[in-house]
């Protein structure tokens, strides 16, 4: 089966460590509002379908370049919507040798993407906000799934990078970091904690595509802003990075 | 009192790979022992700052002298801060002083002179007119008619015609290790045994050998005018920088070639470094030194230019390259401790694009080296990278350095004839309107058939083109072949020479612009439809292009395989030509800044491409079309095979700081990885930017904020605000590679 592709970065620095090939797919669930991609929501969107031979083969090509940490990360978009098609592709990157990130919201759950983790070296987990309110009125949908993924990669011994966008005024209140730091506080398989800043580097994909961008008004993290939250999530967490 | 290094054939022989080999202390170690300028050091270089100030403020040339014909001795000692300098000698009698030199051209000088304000001394124009004969007047004698016209109409350009063609880079390492006397009697000695039948070769060989060892007693007196005494070997490292110095010092008097490349010396003084630091008669602080201050002396060096040459060699470069580190074909690494404090003036004296610092990468390097080299690349974009590995497996020696921009030299066994490049963009046009230029129509090419139909076949391009390149070759090796026979004949690089074995081996240099774009013209005609519309006298204005075609810069070996083919086809052309002094050919992919004429000198392209608008330098993919990031980028440019263009293929690859990583840390690691997997990959070279796209914005604006800014173009460095308005904005449309 082809894969929908949206978009590639053969020098990706940010999704996972060392130098990674980042396979950005089509179709997401979530309607982040802050989304910096939203060409990538809709599934039926303007993308390639992708022979899986042919990502494998960039792969392959690009190998040298992965050095010891690096390799491939699936983003998005969701990538676990695409999980079926996805579970042959891992498989031969695996055979390859490939080092295999996934970069997921973990709102999505079924057979095909329980084996789809399985295959995966390491979990790029975004957990957009603890408190479910504020996750629903953020992404348009619920976060239990997100916790019970996280909490599913911790019992199978999968290790994981907790990521979390910091939107002022939507998920930078410090209480409900305060209520995520201690719920995470106790994994063993969390081995870094990513603060992404929020940007608006994507405003002008919303214009372009006639949509209306709703945070306007939100200004980008200062960053006495992104320090403090740096220094909250330490108290949990011993390895926290600022993106 | 002598230094006692361990013996070996160099005993015996002039030959200092022997010596290096010997008595090289590898260091695999970090930068943790490197320390700052002295308090001279820092002395010297304020007075060059403010020489600098001056050049800058007095339209880039400080002062010249119209009457003085330089030459090794011609001119009384100069310093810069006699006191506190460990190394002297300038070009001339004062610092940023330009000398003039006619041999290569009088009507050059005198116009270099006019353009600054200046005119020549008429009793030297007087000379160089009626009785001494210039290199100039020589190639334009003997040019035939075709290649007047593939000269001026554009697809022959920059020849080393009238300027010096430069590139020769002499063993200077040897007067540090035998001195003068030793190495006036070798070559008096292959003198002696250039005996009969007396052919033309023979003759002419006698007279060079004569001419060089007159160069090496000049060399004796440009000595004795500084108070040293050239006529023994070195006898402590300073001596030894010192010696090495004053031979390049004497090339640089003599000759203004366009590239006047140093070589490889620093892990060569290393060696006496070391013995030093070993008998507690230098410290790390002063070893630092004299380094810092040879490497003033280098950033001092000027030469008379005219506008017509900073059209093609922007920013008022002279290409002494120095190649850094690198490992013996024996596995052993080059990498010395010198090797870091040749990069360590970065710091002290802050970036600078001269010396051209080259770093002949493996991925077996020293790991504190490798990280060194990054961390330099991040902070300063001074430095450039090429190949090391694929260098010694596929031209054989581990004793090179890099003259010019990225061309391999086995130093003191090779030499190389430069030969500038011509336009492969602007030859496809000529496959295209049936062999006239697209500009003026002139008939450049007889027999080419017309296409067809306006909507282009691609078999039928190709087989056009192919021909249209096989006449290009002739004309480009009838121009060559001129040109050097020329250039030794008026303008023998004597003093060069006379560091160089007798009778060594010749590189022709031939090179080409414009290669992304006859790719992808070539890939839009085979997988779009392209129409061309023409004229009323049926010439291409411009190309209509419907449906996709993949691009070079995308590791799609659809279009990218077109350009390892396209460059094989040319190469094999150029190969089958008979070349002056049987000197074996090589091609490059580089253009130095030429690709900024040499778009303005092109019709529209097949690919889209609107009329003059700049190429892309090098080997580069076109600005923009690189669209899945920089690895795929550099994939589709390590595909192209050293093999078929030995002379080098140009690659000069910018990114935004962020784009490395997140923290410092992760963008030295991802540096060195990048480097790695492209060299790991068979790619040639590659030049490292580390900037942002503001800064050199606010570098056009405001030039006095940015007096250092440093940045690599296409095989060399410039200062940016040196650069044209032009030349400025071509170097910021360049793929930046920034996040997503």
């Not at chain 1, 949908?141 to 990521?163: C, D, G, I, V, Y």
């Not at chain 1, 006495?224 to 939250?229: D, G, N």
């Not at chain 2, 590995?389 to 090779?414: K, N, P």
Request: glycine content about 6%; overall charge negative; hydrophobic content about 35%.
């Amino acid at each position: 089966m082809a894969i929908k592709v949206h978009s590639y970065e053969s020098l990706g620095t940010y999704d996972g460590p060392g130098i990674r090939l980042v396979v950005f797919l089509q179709g997401c669930n979530f309607r982040c509002l802050y989304c910096a991609n939203p060409d990538t929501i809709n599934p039926q969107g303007e993308s390639k379908a992708t022979d899986p031979q042919d990502i494998l083969r960039m792969a392959t090509n690009q190998k040298p370049f992965f050095g010891k940490k690096g390799g491939i990360t699936f983003s998005g978009g969701e990538p676990t919507i695409q999980a079926k098609d996805l579970i042959p592709l891992f498989r031969m990157l695996k055979k390859e040798g490939i080092h295999i990130c996934l970069d997921t919201n973990g709102s999505i759950w079924n057979e095909d993407v329980k084996e789809l983790l399985t295959l995966t070296d390491l979990v790029l987990l975004d957990v957009k906000e603890f408190n479910d309110i504020r996750h629903r009125r953020l992404t348009g949908h619920s976060n239990a799934q997100t916790l019970e993924t996280a909490a599913w990669l911790e019992a199978n011994e999968k290790p994981f990078w907790l990521r979390y966008v910091l939107v002022p005024s939507y998920s930078s209140f410090r209480e409900d970091i305060k209520a995520l730091g201690a719920h995470f506080h106790p994994y063993r398989m969390i081995e870094r904690v990513e603060i992404l800043p929020y940007h608006t580097l994507g405003v002008h994909k919303y214009e372009a595509m006639g949509l209306d961008y709703q945070l306007k008004k939100v200004p980008q993290n200062t960053p006495e802003e992104l320090e403090e939250a740096r220094i909250l999530f330490e108290t949990y967490f011993i390895k926290v990075y600022v993106n | 009192m002598t230094m006692n290094f361990k013996p070996g054939r160099w005993n015996h022989h002039v030959d200092v790979t022997d010596f290096v080999k010997t008595n090289i202390t590898p260091y695999v170690g970090n930068a943790s022992f490197l320390t700052g300028p002295t308090e001279r050091t820092k002395a010297v270089w304020n007075k060059c700052l403010e020489a600098l100030a001056e050049e800058r403020a007095n339209n880039g040339v400080r002062s010249l002298d119209p009457s003085t014909v330089s030459t090794i001795t011609s001119f009384a000692p100069g310093y810069i801060d006699k006191n506190n300098e460990v190394i002297v000698g300038l070009q001339t009698d004062e610092v940023l002083r330009r000398a003039i030199k006619p041999f290569g051209g009088i009507k050059v000088v005198e116009k270099a002179c006019r353009e600054n304000g200046t005119e020549v001394d008429p009793k030297v124009k007087d000379i160089f007119t009626h009785y001494r004969k210039t290199h100039n007047d020589g190639v334009f004698d003997a040019y035939t008619e075709e290649i007047r016209s593939f000269r001026s109409l554009g697809f022959l350009t920059g020849l080393p015609d009238n300027y010096a063609r430069g590139r020769i880079i002499g063993d200077y390492r040897r007067l540090a290790l035998y001195g003068l006397d030793r190495l006036i009697e070798a070559k008096q000695d292959d003198l002696r045994h250039l005996t009969s039948p007396m052919t033309d070769e023979r003759i002419r060989l006698r007279e060079e050998v004569m001419e060089q060892i007159k160069a090496l007693k000049e060399i004796k007196i440009l000595g004795e005018q500084y108070g040293l005494d050239l006529s023994r070997p070195a006898e402590t490292a300073q001596e030894a920088v010192q010696w090495v110095y004053m031979a390049y010092l004497a090339a640089v008097k003599e000759q203004d070639g366009a590239a006047m490349s140093l070589g490889n010396v620093s892990s060569f003084l290393d060696i006496y470094i070391e013995y030093d630091l070993a008998h507690g008669t230098l410290d790390e602080a002063h070893a630092q030194e004299l380094i810092d201050q040879f490497v003033i002396k280098l950033r001092m060096v000027r030469h008379l230019r005219m506008q017509a040459y900073t059209d093609i060699f922007a920013g008022d470069p002279t290409w002494v390259t120095e190649s850094i580190g690198g490992r013996f074909n024996d596995g052993r690494v080059k990498v010395t401790k010198t090797s870091f404090r040749f990069l360590q003036t970065l710091y002290n004296l802050g970036p600078s694009p001269e010396p051209n610092l080259t770093v002949l990468w493996s991925p077996q390097l020293p790991e504190g080296f490798k990280d060194f080299c990054a961390q330099v690349s991040i902070d300063t974009s001074s430095i450039q990278y090429e190949n090391d590995d694929l260098m010694r497996e596929v031209r054989g020696s581990d004793d090179y350095g890099i003259a010019c921009c990225v061309s391999y030299q086995d130093i003191g066994r090779h030499i190389q004839f430069f030969g500038a490049r011509c336009n492969l963009a602007k030859a496809l046009l000529l496959a295209i309107n049936g062999g006239r230029c697209e500009n003026t129509g002139t008939v450049m090419v007889k027999d080419i058939p017309v296409l067809s139909n306006d909507e282009l076949n691609f078999e039928e391009v190709l087989a056009n083109y192919k021909k249209v390149l096989k006449e290009m070759a002739r004309v480009y090796n009838d121009a060559m072949n001129i040109i050097h026979y020329m250039h030794d004949k008026y303008y023998y690089e004597k003093a060069q020479m006379a560091f160089v074995d007798t009778d060594p081996e010749i590189n022709l240099a031939y090179g080409v612009a414009g290669m992304s774009i006859a790719v992808d013209s070539l890939s839009a005609i085979k997988y779009a439809k392209v129409k061309a519309r023409r004229n009323d006298i049926g010439l291409t204005e411009g190309f209509d292009i419907e449906g996709e075609f993949p691009c070079f810069g995308n590791d799609d070996d659809r279009v990218d395989h077109l350009a390892v083919d396209l460059i094989y086809y040319f190469d094999e052309e150029l190969k089958k030509l008979p070349v002056y002094k049987h000197a074996k050919p090589t091609l490059s992919i580089l253009t130095i800044t030429s690709n900024v004429m040499y778009g303005k000198k092109t019709g529209a392209t097949p690919d889209g491409r609107a009329k003059g608008v700049a190429f892309a330098p090098g080997a580069n993919p076109m600005h923009g079309r690189d669209k899945n990031g920089a690895v795929a980028s550099l994939s589709s440019v390590a595909k192209l095979r050293y093999r078929d263009s030995q002379d080098g293929i140009s690659n000069t690859f910018s990114i935004v700081p962020k784009s490395l990583g997140v923290d410092r840390e992760s963008r030295i690691e991802n540096l060195v990885t990048l480097m790695d997997g492209y060299f790991v990959k068979g790619a040639h070279h590659l030049n490292v930017n580390v900037l942002n796209r503001e800064m050199l914005e606010d570098a056009m604006e405001h030039p006095e904020k940015y007096p250092q800014l440093t940045i690599r173009v296409s095989g060399y460095a410039v200062n940016f605000i040196k650069l044209s308005r032009e030349h400025q904005l071509e170097v910021i449309s360049r793929s930046f590679h920034e996040r997503m």
